[in-house]
């Protein structure tokens, strides 16, 4: 079984600051490691996956994600932060089939200007 | 991307009453459809997966006969709250994966109000 751990319910950075937003999966077998954001009242949109490549992924809106196995993390960074980053954000975990998908308890983003 | 449209965006039902909410994968074919619930300032809870012409698999604690899952066609799926009531409120969320597909495409989500 899969599941996934998110640190922090709420983080909070300063506009231009660095974002890390934590997450620790647990499973039994490779897994897929994926980050979304929710934006309120909206459907959730894919930042970057893991897919048993390369361990730094690379996403969109300036997002990165290291995948480390020791660690079992697949922490969430940003070098500076936006006021257009302040949102929710899951981490998620599915097998190898992608036949079961779970999400963390989410991040909510917060961003002082 | 793929894109997957899910509709209504809001509905007000009245207590008792059923309701359904539509997934279609716009682009792709969508061999595997996920459905979840998601509860104000909380994550995403799955409440079944299905594959095209089976029936779904409801996780634990979800009512099977309470929430009706279809998925009839490579490109809809649908989820019927039937006999609502102000408890089933809450945030609806279909996902959908292609064959072979490493990554479930989201929907707009559904806002159910019962009242």
């Known amino acids: 079984a899969q599941s996934v751990t998110q640190l922090g319910s709420h983080v909070s950075v300063s506009e231009g600051a660095l974002v890390l937003l934590r997450c620790n999966y647990s499973s039994s077998v490779p897994p897929y490691l994926f980050w979304y954001v929710q934006y309120p009242n909206q459907g959730l949109q894919l930042l970057l996956k893991?897919?048993?490549?390369?361990?730094l992924v690379k996403g969109i809106n300036g997002f990165e994600a290291e995948f480390k196995k020791s660690e079992t993390s697949f922490h969430l960074t940003k070098p500076s932060a936006h006021m257009s980053d302040a949102a929710e954000y899951f981490c998620?975990?599915?097998?190898?089939?992608?036949?079961?998908?779970?999400f963390g308890t989410g991040t909510s983003l917060t961003v002082i200007p | 991307g793929a894109v997957v449209s899910q509709h209504p965006s809001r509905v007000i039902c009245k207590s008792g009453t059923s309701v359904k909410i539509e997934c279609r994968s716009l682009d792709f074919q969508a061999t595997t459809m996920f459905w979840y619930r998601q509860f104000p300032k909380q994550s995403l809870m799955l409440m079944a997966t299905?594959?095209?012409?089976?029936?779904?698999?409801?996780e634990q604690g979800v009512e099977k006969d309470k929430f009706l899952i279809n998925h009839a066609s490579l490109t809809l799926s649908t989820l019927t709250v039937t006999s609502a009531h102000p408890e089933d409120s809450s945030f609806y969320i279909c996902s959908a994966r292609g064959q072979g597909g490493t990554e479930a495409f989201f929907g707009q989500g559904t806002r159910l109000t019962v009242v």
């Open positions: 893991y897919t048993s490549a390369a361990t």
């Open positions: 299905s594959n095209e012409g089976s029936k779904a698999t409801y």
């Open positions: 998620a975990v599915s097998d190898f089939g992608g036949n079961q998908f779970y």
